[in-house]
């Protein structure tokens, strides 16, 4: 059996760091001591010296659209490239979503993604099930779901004129059906009479600089208000992914102080992007919806990160080539979404630890343990424990570098964060007991990654 022993590196785990040494058998964590001797380790162990770097439990974004076909066309990182991209960003788990064939039951197609997941991906991925309508027999399809290891599923809040929208009373059905089943509601918030009445009003241009005024933030907190009264109706929890703005925000607040459980994710697009970018003459590269807000919002979600409002940062990774974002600067016609699983680590890491707002654990906490618990992986995943797959990144809090297209490897050929001077770096990835990364080398392996079976998400039993 293949054995590791990672020697005198910080371990960092959602609570406490400590130095240790940890070791490694086959794909699982089997010891951590605080010395382990190399005559207590099979002869042919492999030794990884981690003197002044952190060991922290492999990454998990939980929110990544590889391989989305949309609008007639299909984005610029597969399941091989985004496995990639995830393993020089320090991240062995990804959550991907599964569109909504409304002619078949759900769990095909949840099988269908999970097929073509199992074959490209080189780490472990699970499933977010977007539910677009309502079947018939919604109960026993959302129970296959969770007996299949699906226990998220994915609304959205607009998008009517493409099918993606569930009316009122189908909303009060599905909340119904998901409580009784335990499964976690996760919703895109946008009020969509609110952006269709904007629309109708707007007389200006549709530049990229528009689009912010085209999908207001007013329109993100009566959404997030909406799906909150539904949630306080059924007593159940929800997920709000990519929270945008300052007035989303208050909606937060609001519903939380009426005892109402949510977890709260977001982008580090919103934490460290504005709506200046949009006025650039490559404004097309950073349209994505919920569109990118003013200074003052990105300065509130920091805050609220910090202050443990938010819960959960993962990036919404949906890239497009440059070619294929400036083919219109037409907003509305612009493909939305942008690359971000390669940037999360090292973005968050300076912006947040490396300028002290912020502990090292609080940052595993954010990228791995919570998103963990939030969606039935934990301990398997988001873990240093003894037991838990050796999902591992080793990462080097001092390097210096420069986010930049020549530096990363999104198939997009661009990174909304050009430019961008950042501190750390993933220097090693392990996915289960694998080297996937080491020293800028990709060593993964399409078909190596396995679908997870997702458990109850942990918010129904207390989330901490
Ligand atoms: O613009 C974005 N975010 N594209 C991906 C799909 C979504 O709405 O999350
Ligand atoms: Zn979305
Ligand atoms: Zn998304």
Redesign the pocket.
């Known amino acids: 059996m293949n054995t590791i022993l990672i020697k005198d590196g910080l371990l960092v785990e959602s609570d406490r760091s400590w130095r240790a040494d940890l070791l490694i058998e086959g794909e699982k964590i089997a010891r951590i001591a605080s010395h382990i001797k190399l005559d207590e380790v099979p002869p042919d162990t492999t030794v990884v010296p981690a003197d002044g770097l952190c060991v922290m439990p492999g990454l998990i974004d939980a929110h990544t ?1 590889y391989h ?1 076909i949309s609008r007639g066309t299909v984005t610029a990182d597969s399941f091989a490239e985004g496995s990639k991209l995830a393993a020089f960003g320090g991240i062995t788990t990804v959550i991907d979503f599964a569109d909504h064939d409304k002619t078949r039951p759900l769990v095909q197609s949840a099988q269908d993604r999970i097929a073509a997941m199992s074959a490209g991906m080189a780490i472990d991925f699970a499933l977010h099930q977007g539910v677009y309508g309502i079947p018939k027999a919604l109960v026993s399809e959302l129970k296959e779901l969770k007996e299949h290891g699906v226990t998220t599923i994915k609304i959205f809040t607009t998008y009517k004129n493409v099918g993606y929208l569930i009316e009122k009373e189908g909303l009060r059905e599905l909340f119904s059906a998901c409580k009784k089943l335990s499964l976690m509601v996760s919703v ?1 918030c946008e009020d969509d009479e609110l952006i269709e009445q904007t629309n109708q009003q707007h007389t200006g241009t549709y530049t990229p600089a528009d689009h912010p005024l085209l999908r207001p933030s007013e329109a993100e907190y009566r959404a997030i208000m909406d799906i909150g009264k539904l949630a306080k109706e059924f007593d159940m929890p929800f997920y709000i ?2 929270l945008s703005s300052a007035r989303g925000l208050d909606a937060v607040r609001e519903l939380r102080s009426q005892g109402v459980s949510l977890i709260v994710e977001t982008t580090p697009h919103y934490l460290l992007l504005d709506s200046s970018f949009l006025e650039r003459d490559d404004g097309p590269l950073y349209i ?2 919920p569109p990118l807000r003013s200074v003052e919002d990105k300065l509130t979600l920091q805050d609220a990160l910090v202050a443990k409002e938010i819960q959960v940062v993962a990036t ?1 990774h ?1 890239s497009f080539t440059k070619a294929q974002k400036l083919a219109s600067d037409d907003c509305r016609l612009t493909f ?2 942008i690359p971000g699983t390669e940037e999360l680590l090292p973005l968050i890491h300076t912006f947040a630890v490396a300028s002290s707002r912020m502990s090292l654990s609080h940052m595993v906490r954010l990228l791995s343990t919570a998103p963990a618990k939030a969606f039935g992986l934990y301990p398997q995943k988001g873990s240093l424990r003894v037991g838990s797959d050796a999902d591992i990144v080793i990462f080097d809090p001092e390097h210096l570098w420069t986010l930049s297209a020549e530096t990363l490897h999104s198939e997009a050929g661009y990174t909304p964060y050009e430019g961008f001077g950042v501190a750390g770096k993933a220097i090693m990835t392990y996915a289960r007991g694998r080297l996937i990364m080491g020293d800028d080398v990709y060593l993964g392996t399409p078909g190596e990654g396995q679908f997870l079976r997702a458990g109850v998400p942990q918010v129904y039993r207390g989330f901490r």
Do not use: F, I
Request: hydrophobic share 25%; net charge negative.
């Open positions: 659209h989305l895109h992914v990519h994505m919806t919404d949906c939305p979404g």
